[in-house]
């Protein structure tokens, strides 16, 4: 039978769009504009879900973000979404959407003997039952009950979905486009504001759409059409309809969680959602309210609804309930009786209050629901009255326990609501977030005419605070402006379990417990029960809740205060927040000029400083990275190599005291550095440690380019914007990256000069020198430096001719027996010469613990010279040493530790660690670098490695750590 | 002996989506021009821009660039200037974004208020697009120039191409 519950004529749904969808593999029937759940109540299914401890079933409770019950999975374009709110979900052709929580079925579901179970499952019992022994809580009882409880399940795939985030700038934002709303951004708009209108709906209009009054003498819906096609009309105007502002954060900004293509078929490109920054001069929150249920017992059948969501499912979705019991404390529950009546429901008021009974249908006064029965789906009410007790047939119930104004965005700055005695709600104070105004329901003004006065005061308070000084043209229009009454009522007197908190299946009794051992603050009441902790964050829940608890200590509401607020207001995927930054999106690519030729010679490539550069260029024959990187080294050494070293960070020093200032930033001097010439410098940071090394290249009298570590490019960069500034401001000096600009290659090996000849004529440079050179036809500079400890150069052209250089440069280091080698090699060539990386100066060496201490200059002051030489960091430190396998064929590995031969891996006992290693070819050997406690008067005394991870353990040798060609004859030659 | 050939970052190609166009082009000759402390030189016969500031003279712009710091886009700076000039030519990528949907397209890729009120024709911001840095100059309503680091000129086209279809998936429904 298709849509055997749907009223004809009724609702906002297009009658001539019909959509198929399934739920738990049955084919259902809905139409365009409904959401899974009012599609699934227009074809008489009630039991949508299993509740999270007891197994329960459970129906849909609201028609809103706030459900707490109806969770499902969705499956569309082989992505599968659990803990989808049924209510959230818009119907599209071809939904497939299933229970979830339950085995085997939605129906049949054995954990549901949980529920016969639940005196051993009251709030603490895990707390009580599973402490002993410990180690069982990981191994045994943790995943046995996250089996039994708990949500939806996720499928362990990567979510490669397409996201999207965004921002926005406003002069005003609206949360919220109800009748409240809706008059506040026409309002700000008619005054020439840049306004930003969000809902979380797929319609403007809030509680326009389920409670259609009359506005302005006119029907509601054509009032607020009229409202939505001027505003779209306005150029100054933003409609985010969809899009749930989800927090406030500080100066003005807000989160917000647009779904885009959730709603559709096919989606296309469409991502399926957006977030949202959103930066706004002003806000106006007028996010209305949630109505809240009453605790009594067995208060949660499927059939069991708010009232609020019960008269939004006939009048907005043409639902029809059947039989209605309404059990409402407020005046505002008895309007929705009327208005069902009126709309052909057969409808039983009950109400606690000694209301009149004149109404056009049976109504209950001073009387309570205590209980209900039907197991998958609500049968019968039993309501106590003043003649006794009745036992009435309906098949839906809803509640109405009063409303709580969404003051949660309000909070989010960890401000406060007060208690109002006469709403019995709690509402916002003011300025609880600076340049917020909460208006309307939302700071508990109810009738729909104080709500549009309240929106259109709200707005003109914002307009003043913009400055604007332009008036709104509109007035505000007439409205039913009943005054709310309510007798407050959290939970009905009785036997069995009367549910607070469906989503987490929280009981009054719970609460009750709660406080009788204890936990009487509701911060402590939370995290015992868990109430309000479920993905709805006890949006239905947290303030019946506190009440029952202030009732169980005597406290009182306002003093017993509410949880904190905080962001989000909604569940929000993590995907979304982090749209694209999947894989490669995480951060840019950084690609050298030399990238497609690496590749295409089969160069690996890994990333260094988000760079991507080659490991090892292998050739026919070679097994390994490692055949690859000894032939290169050997090449090295023995004729010629080239290499892209153009990651290496390049800063422009430029000023008649460019001098003064890097002798201030370097531990050694560079003012006495001749024009042409190149020194190695030292920078530590301020607290006196390494921070980065490299080399200081004079070009000319007022013109210095320092190179930095691939790694720490962007660090020095700032570091000296910061020195600059805070400390050299009267400097005349100015520094840029360059490190872009600049294409550069190492060539070297005996044969590098060779090489350079292929490019033109070059200057004939001594070591540590440098010089413009006109690379074949091009202005470019060279530098004859070696990281290598073999003749070296490094000649550097504008970026947009590094290709070309690089192709050509390889061809002739290969016609001369020599290749390109990749950052393997480098670092054999650098450890074999003892040469420093970031491996040694990783942040917490001294530049005496690297041996470089004599370049601490005693003549002058540097940044963190001062702290360098604090007590601590001169006795008994861990010094850089070279380490060489007592045993020639043994490997190494780099972060092993080092002890004393015969004492144990312990850490009373460590003597240092290694930092780096490599297999030397050139020596036959394994060598590496690492940090002994006073190393230096350790050179050849035997020590043990050892590598926990590994299982390894080598006896080394400490030795000075330049292992070849300690005099450096090979580089100045 | 050949000269050596040059080659851009990416392709100068333009890639249309939706009301979205985006082009990599070569804005010529790029100098850095930070002046020393104190001194506001007049550049090319421009004076130095104040923060945001883009001064045009015929095809040569002075474009505010960062704190006391302006780059000289389409000329090299004339000689004797008291600041430290740096060829930057080759250090960037740049692409052009126009059309009535790029503000929409670039409100993916950065946190600036790209509003008009706010961020005017004829003025430039130093702001991340995305994850990298960026000079951002608003030539248009509906026009912007950018400019990253030439290294990331691959990510930033997929970021923009990306964005640019999501926006045009958008304006399809």
Redesign the interface.
């Known amino acids: 039978m298709t849509q055997s519950h749907r009223i004809p004529g009724r609702g906002l749904i297009d009658r001539s769009q019909p959509l198929n969808f399934t739920f738990d593999g049955v084919m259902y029937q809905g139409y365009q504009g409904d959401t899974l759940a009012s599609a699934l109540l227009a074809n008489g299914v009630r039991l949508m879900g299993r509740s999270f401890k007891y197994h329960r079933p459970r129906g849909v409770l609201t028609a809103g973000s706030e459900e707490p019950n109806a969770l499902v999975e969705v499956f569309e374009n082989g992505q599968h979404t659990p803990n989808t709110r049924a209510t959230m979900a818009e119907l599209y052709g071809g939904m497939v959407a299933r229970s979830q929580n339950r085995w085997p079925s939605l129906g049949l579901d054995v954990m549901a003997v949980n529920d016969l179970l639940s005196p051993f499952f009251s709030a603490g019992f895990y707390y009580k039952t599973f402490m002993w022994p410990r180690a069982f809580w990981e191994k045994l009882y943790e995943p046995a009950i996250r089996r039994a409880a708990g949500l939806g399940r996720l499928d362990r795939r990567h979510d490669e979905a397409a996201y999207e985030k965004a921002f926005a700038h406003c002069d005003l934002l609206v949360i919220g486009a109800g009748p409240t709303g809706l008059m506040a951004a026409m309002a700000a708009a008619q005054a020439g504001a840049d306004v930003i209108l969000a809902d979380e709906g797929s319609a403007l209009g809030g509680r326009i759409l389920a409670d259609q009054p009359e506005i302005g003498d006119m029907p509601g819906l054509t009032w607020l059409e009229t409202m939505r096609t001027d505003l779209a009309a306005m150029p100054n105007v933003r409609i985010m309809t969809r899009t749930t502002v989800t927090g406030a954060y500080d100066d003005g900004t807000f989160g917000a969680l647009e779904r885009v293509g959730l709603h559709l078929a096919d989606p296309g490109d469409l991502p399926r959602e957006c977030f949202w920054r959103i930066h706004a001069r002003r806000a106006i929150l007028a996010a209305g309210a949630l109505e809240r249920p009453i605790a009594h017992r067995d208060n949660d059948r499927p059939g069991v609804m708010l009232a609020s969501g019960l008269r939004a499912y006939v009048s907005r979705w043409g639902v029809n309930p059947g039989k209605v019991v309404l059990f409402s404390n407020n005046d505002s529950g008895l309007a929705t009786a009327r208005a069902l009546t009126g709309m052909g429901i057969d409808v039983s008021y009950v109400d606690p209050r000694p209301i009149p009974v004149t109404e056009e249908f049976p109504v209950y006064a001073e009387a309570r629901v205590i209980a209900t029965q039907g197991r998958k789906g609500l049968k019968s009410v039993d309501i106590q009255h003043r003649g006794g007790t009745s036992r009435v047939e309906a098949r839906t119930l809803a509640l109405s326990g009063g409303w709580n104004p969404s003051v949660h965005l309000a909070c989010h700055l960890n401000g406060r609501p007060q208690w109002d005695e006469t709403i019995a709600a709690f509402v916002p104070r003011s300025d609880m977030v600076p340049g917020m105004i909460v208006a309307g329901a939302a700071r508990g003004t109810f009738s729909t005419g104080a709500c549009l006065q309240d929106g259109l005061e709200a707005a003109q308070a914002s307009l003043t605070a913009l400055g604007i000084r332009k008036k709104p043209r509109l007035g505000v229009p007439v409205a039913e402006a009943a005054p709310y009454r309510i007798a407050p009522v959290w939970a009905v007197e009785g036997d069995g379990r009367a549910w607070l908190d469906f989503a987490n299946d929280v009981t009054v009794k719970d609460v009750k417990l709660s406080a009788q051992e204890g936990f009487q603050s509701v911060e402590h009441m939370k995290r015992y029960t868990t109430q309000g902790m479920a993905p709805d964050q006890g949006k239905s829940s947290n303030v019946a809740a506190l009440a029952v608890l202030a009732d169980a200590t005597g406290q009182g509401i306002a003093a017993t205060g509410t949880t904190t607020y905080r962001p989000p207001f909604v569940p929000v995927s993590i995907a979304a927040m982090g749209a694209g930054g999947r894989g490669t999106g995480f951060a840019p690519q950084r690609f050298l000029t030399s990238d497609a030729q690496s590749r295409a010679m089969g160069a690996p490539m890994i990333e260094a400083g988000l760079w991507y550069r080659p490991s090892y260029f292998p050739r026919a024959g070679e097994k390994d990275w490692r055949d690859a990187a000894e032939r290169e080294a050997v090449m090295v050494r023995g004729a010629v190599g080239v290499c892209d070293v153009s990651t290496l960070g390049k800063i422009d020093v430029q000023g008649k005291d460019a001098g003064r200032f890097l002798d201030f930033l370097y531990t050694n001097t560079m003012s006495t550095l001749p024009v042409g010439k190149v020194r190695y410098g030292l920078m530590l940071r301020e607290d006196g440690f390494v921070m980065d090394d490299g080399t200081c290249a004079r070009l000319g009298p007022d013109h210095f380019l320092v190179t930095t570590t691939t790694a720490a490019a962007g660090q020095v960069m700032r570091h000296m914007d910061f020195v600059q500034q805070a400390f050299c401001a009267d400097c005349d000096v100015r520094t840029i990256s360059v490190t872009e600009g600049w294409a550069q290659f190492a060539i070297a090996g005996p044969k590098a000069r060779e090489v350079l000849a292929t490019l033109g004529d070059a200057p004939d440079l001594p070591f540590m020198g440098c010089a413009p050179m006109t690379v074949a036809g091009i202005a470019g500079r060279l530098f004859r430096i070696s990281f290598s400890g073999e003749q070296g150069y490094e000649v550097a052209v504008p970026t947009r001719y590094g290709k070309d250089l690089f192709a050509r440069l390889v061809t002739a280091a290969e016609s001369l027996e020599g290749c390109a080698y990749g950052m393997e090699a480098l670092n054999i060539l650098r450890v074999e010469k003892g040469f420093i990386t970031h491996a040694e100066i990783h942040g917490r060496t001294t530049a005496d613990d690297v041996g470089l201490g004599k370049m601490v200059s005693a003549k002058k002051d540097c940044i963190g010279k001062a702290a360098s030489q604090r007590p601590g960091l001169s006795e008994d430190r861990q010094q850089l040493v070279g380490l060489m396998p007592v045993n020639q064929g043994e490997t190494l590995s780099a972060g092993a530790h080092l002890y004393n031969e015969r004492d144990p891996a312990t850490r009373v006992h460590d003597q240092g660690y290694v930092t780096s290693v490599a297999p030397s070819p050139t020596l036959g050997t394994w060598l590496g670098l690492g940090f002994v406690v006073n190393g230096r008067a350790r050179h050849g005394e035997v020590i043990r490695l050892d590598d926990g991870l590994r299982k390894r353990q080598v006896l080394v040798e400490i030795v000075d750590p330049v292992f070849f060609d300690p005099e450096g004859g090979r580089m100045r030659d | 002996?050949?000269?050596?050939?040059?080659?851009?970052?990416v392709a100068l190609r333009t890639t249309d989506i939706g009301r979205a166009s985006l082009t990599a082009f070569d804005p010529g000759p790029v100098f850095?021009i930070?002046p020393?402390?104190g001194v506001r030189p007049v550049v090319n016969a421009m004076p130095f821009p104040t923060p945001g500031q883009i001064v045009t003279q015929g095809a040569v712009r002075l474009v505010w660039a960062g704190r006391?710091?302006a780059f000289l886009i389409g000329a090299a700076p004339d000689e004797g200037l008291s600041?430290?000039?740096?060829?930057?030519?080759?250090?960037?990528a740049w692409f052009r974004l126009q059309g009535e949907d790029a503000t929409a397209v670039l409100?993916?890729l950065?946190?600036?208020?790209?509003?008009v009120?706010?961020f005017a024709p004829g003025t430039s911001a130093r702001a991340p697009l995305?994850?990298?840095q960026a000079v951002i100059l608003r030539t248009a309503a509906d026009a912007f120039e950018l400019a990253v680091?030439?290294?990331?000129a691959?990510?930033?086209q997929h970021?923009l191409v990306?964005?640019m279809?999501?926006v045009?998936?958008?304006r399809?429904?």
């Open positions: 002996m050949t000269d050596l050939v040059a080659e851009h970052a850095s930070a020393y402390p006391e710091q600041a430290a000039i740096t060829d930057q030519s080759d250090g960037w409100a993916r950065t946190p600036l208020d790209l509003r009120s706010a995305n994850h990298m680091f030439r290294s990331m691959q990510t930033a970021e990306e964005a279809t999501r045009a998936a958008r399809a429904r």
